[in-house]
Nanobody
Framework: QVQVVESGGGLVQAGGSLRLSCTASGLVFGASNMGWFRQAPGKEREGVSCINWRGDATYYLDSVKGRFTISRDNAYNTVYLQMNSLKPEDTAMYYC????????????????????WGQGTQVTVSS
């Protein structure tokens, strides 16, 4: 049984930073693509960032490029999302997803209808 658990959300002022963490078990983490998604109230879930199983290819949503950085540590079955220069429009529930939620090896495509998902961690950015 695959388990995905996020942590690190919270309330931060605009311009601030947060680091989200996600651990996954019940799968071969080192062979699994990983990703971060978010869903704001009244909006569709969207793919924020993906990283391939090797850690040498990434995807970023245009609106977070240059501000967010995804990374992984396969020794600890953990993926991170470093979020800098946060904006109020980044406010959302952030979900970590494993496996088919991020498709591809070099060119990655987030898929909201695939993969194994965590319960989410809330990020709120105040203006």
């Amino acid at each position: 049984q695959v388990q995905v658990v996020e942590s690190g959300g919270g309330l931060v002022q605009a311009g601030g930073s947060l680091r989200l963490s996600c651990t996954a078990s019940g799968l071969v983490f080192g062979a699994s693509n990983m990703g971060w998604f978010r869903q704001a109230p009244g909006k569709e879930r969207e793919g924020v960032s993906c990283i391939n199983w090797r850690g040498d290819a990434t995807y970023y949503l245009d609106s977070v490029k240059g501000r967010f950085t995804i990374s992984r540590d396969n020794a600890y079955n953990t993926v991170y999302l470093q979020m800098n220069s946060l904006k109020p429009e980044d406010t959302a529930m952030y979900y970590c997803a494993a496996g088919p939620a991020c498709q591809g090896t070099i060119s990655l495509t987030p898929r909201i209808d695939r993969g194994y998902w965590g319960q989410g961690t809330q990020v709120t950015v105040s203006s």
